[in-house]
């Protein structure tokens, strides 16, 4: 049974920084791990996700420079990284496993993922 469990969210004022985690479990065979948000009344939005076999990663062009995503595969975890946090940051962070590689022009989309983790709240404050 794969869980995917996310942590780290919270509040903070806009230049902060937080670290998001997300323990895996059960997965095997994964191909790419990403993280999404999704804002009120906005699309779900895909942030970063990184190729586990190469290790490439994709931006978005939001994030691109701030956020860093990794993956520690000795604690089957992923990471993300946000700096320099504003307020357009807001949304619900979500992780997520893909179990099938459809090439970097769709890295960053959510139907390129199976399984989601249950979400953790980022708010930045000005």
Known sequence: QVQLVESGGGSVQAGGSLRLSCAASGVTRIYSLGW???APGKEREGVATIHIRSGDTYYSDSVK???TISHDNTKNTLYLQMNS???EDTAMYYCAAG???YG???ALSSTSFAYWGQGTQ???SS
Request: glycine residues 6%; positive net charge.
């Open 36 to 38: 999404f948000r999704q």
């Open 65 to 67: 420079g701030r956020f």
């Open 85 to 87: 946090l504003q307020p």
């Open 99 to 101: 179990f099938t590689w």
């Open 104 to 106: 970097p022009a769709v």
């Open 122 to 124: 980022v708010t930045v």
